[in-house]
């Protein structure tokens, strides 16, 4: 092993890409079996307690973020390249789950609904496709510091987003589709003036970097001078991606109520 754990990308020489390696498949394998069996033995964990995490988590999740900062400002600075303001500022799609968090927690009304709708659907659904393709390990191999922390992070946005439907904290209807688009278009009114002064893709909305397929429609808007037009695309499919959370969660409830009236009958 020619590198150090908390090795910068930049220092790692020729260890080639670690995606769906041995470990990464583990780690995948463990995070489906047993994130669920997880969130359904603390099913009845009451809200007071959930409050409780929630507010931790807010926390936790915060420093997180500003020690991966740190670390890489660091190399980034002393190797001469300067504050990366084109891809180190927390304007990504993944970093909603530190400000929906903090909202759900502290937050009350709307404010709290809007981020708990987020946090049950965009957010863990993202946060399994992390799991699958985590970016990180294109940069870095897995027994590292930013692969350890891109698999974290997207593993944090899926137990998350589980528990608070599993625990009953978060029941979502279908307006919840909409309302969890809301923290996304708050982020991108940020997100996009930063991807055209810094030539950035924040929230992937400029370039759909790491994106199969969106990149190259990405890349043909742009020759068209329409990528304004891949940018709406790119917010427009995380509609339906919320959709796909809720139908779900539609679904379980009502095999749960069939079950559980068909129980009250039997007895």
Same mark, same amino acid.
């Given at each position: 092993?020619?590198?150090?754990?908390?090795?910068?990308?930049?220092?790692?020489?020729?260890?080639?890409?670690?995606?769906?390696?041995?470990?990464?498949?583990?780690?995948?394998?463990?995070?489906?079996?047993?994130?669920?069996?997880?969130?359904?033995?603390?099913?009845?964990?009451?809200?007071?307690?959930?409050?409780?995490?929630?507010?931790?988590?807010?926390?936790?999740?915060?420093?997180?973020?500003?020690?991966?900062?740190?670390?890489?400002?660091?190399?980034?600075?002393?190797?001469?390249?300067? /504050?990366?303001? =084109?891809?180190? %500022?927390?304007?990504?799609?993944?970093?909603? *789950?530190? #400000?929906?968090?903090? +909202?759900? !927690?502290?937050?009350?009304?709307?404010?709290?609904?809007?981020?708990?709708?987020?946090?049950?659907?965009?957010?863990?659904?993202?946060?399994?496709?992390?799991?699958?393709?985590?970016?990180?390990?294109?940069?870095?191999?897995?027994?590292?510091?930013?692969?350890?922390?891109?698999?974290?992070?997207?593993?944090?946005? /899926?137990?998350? =987003?589980?528990? %608070?439907?599993?625990?009953?904290?978060?029941? *979502?209807? #279908?307006?919840?589709? +909409?309302? !969890?688009?809301?923290?996304?278009?708050?982020?991108?009114?940020?997100?996009?003036?930063?991807?055209?002064?810094?030539?950035?893709?924040?929230?992937?909305?400029?370039?759909?970097?790491?994106?199969?397929?969106?990149?190259?429609?990405?890349?043909?808007?742009?020759?068209?001078?329409?990528?304004?037009?891949?940018?709406?695309?790119?917010?427009?499919?995380?509609?339906?991606?919320?959709?796909?959370?809720?139908?779900?969660?539609?679904?379980?409830?009502?095999?749960?109520?069939?079950?559980?009236?068909?129980?009250?009958?039997?007895?």
């Amino acid at each position: 092993m020619n590198y150090k754990f908390f090795d910068y990308k930049y220092n790692i020489k020729g260890f080639g890409s670690d995606l769906f390696g041995t470990a990464h498949l583990i780690f995948i394998a463990l995070s489906f079996i047993l994130v669920p069996i997880v969130c359904f033995l603390l099913r009845k964990t009451s809200h007071k307690k959930i409050d409780v995490f929630l507010k931790i988590f807010a926390v936790v999740i915060t420093l997180l973020e500003i020690t991966k900062m740190t670390w890489e400002s660091y190399y980034d600075i002393t190797t001469g390249r300067g /504050f990366n303001f =084109g891809g180190i %500022l927390p304007l990504y799609t993944c970093s909603l *789950l530190i #400000y929906t968090t903090w +909202f759900a !927690a502290y937050g009350k009304g709307r404010v709290k609904d809007y981020s708990l709708a987020y946090l049950t659907t965009v957010n863990l659904i993202s946060g399994g496709i992390g799991i699958v393709y985590c970016n990180g390990l294109n940069w870095y191999p897995f027994w590292t510091f930013g692969a350890f922390y891109s698999l974290f992070f997207h593993f944090s946005m /899926f137990a998350i =987003g589980n528990f %608070l439907l599993f625990t009953g904290y978060k029941k *979502l209807g #279908y307006k919840d589709i +909409f309302k !969890a688009w809301v923290p996304m278009v708050i982020l991108a009114v940020v997100a996009i003036p930063a991807n055209y002064q810094y030539g950035a893709d924040y929230m992937q909305i400029y370039e759909g970097s790491g994106v199969p397929l969106f990149d190259k429609l990405a890349s043909t808007l742009a020759d068209n001078n329409l990528r304004w037009v891949f940018t709406e695309i790119m917010l427009a499919t995380y509609i339906p991606l919320a959709g796909v959370a809720v139908c779900t969660a539609k679904f379980t409830y009502y095999i749960n109520g069939k079950l559980k009236r068909k129980a009250v009958v039997e007895t």
